[in-house]
């Protein structure tokens, strides 16, 4: 089983940035892909944006292109998620996910392991 752990959400206003962390509850812990997913009150699982274990792109959400940076640190184990020119609409929880394997066919909202999620909050 593979538990994840998210930092870094808050409140922002319109046009600024968090970075959101997510680690490996246990630090030797490997997944071939990771990503992210959010969910807004009364609205369905959004995927945000996945990435390989080599670093290589699997998904990017329309609505965060040009705004939203996704990175791995391999040293660290640490995969980021970089946020600027938020808006009101990416008020969500964010939750980190990741798979392995054949579950890295699946898209990002579906992985397997997810994380207990951070809110992030952005203010007009």
């Known amino acids: 089983q593979v538990q994840l752990v998210e930092s870094g959400g808050g409140s922002v206003q319109a046009g600024g940035s968090l970075r959101l962390s997510c680690v490996p509850s246990v630090s030797t812990v490997s997944t071939d892909c990771m990503g992210w997913f959010r969910q807004a009150p009364g609205k369905e699982r959004e995927g945000v944006m996945g990435i390989t274990s080599s670093g290589s792109l699997t998904y990017l959400a329309d609505s965060v292109k040009g705004r939203f940076t996704i990175s791995r640190d391999s040293a660290k184990n640490t995969l980021y998620l970089q946020m600027n020119s938020l808006k009101p609409e990416d008020t969500a929880i964010y939750y980190c996910?990741?798979?392995?394997?054949?579950?890295?066919?699946?898209?990002?909202?579906?992985?397997?392991?997810r994380g207990q999620g951070t809110q992030v909050t952005v203010s007009s």
């Open positions: 996910a990741a798979d392995r394997g054949d579950g890295c066919r699946r898209t990002v909202r579906l992985y397997k392991y």
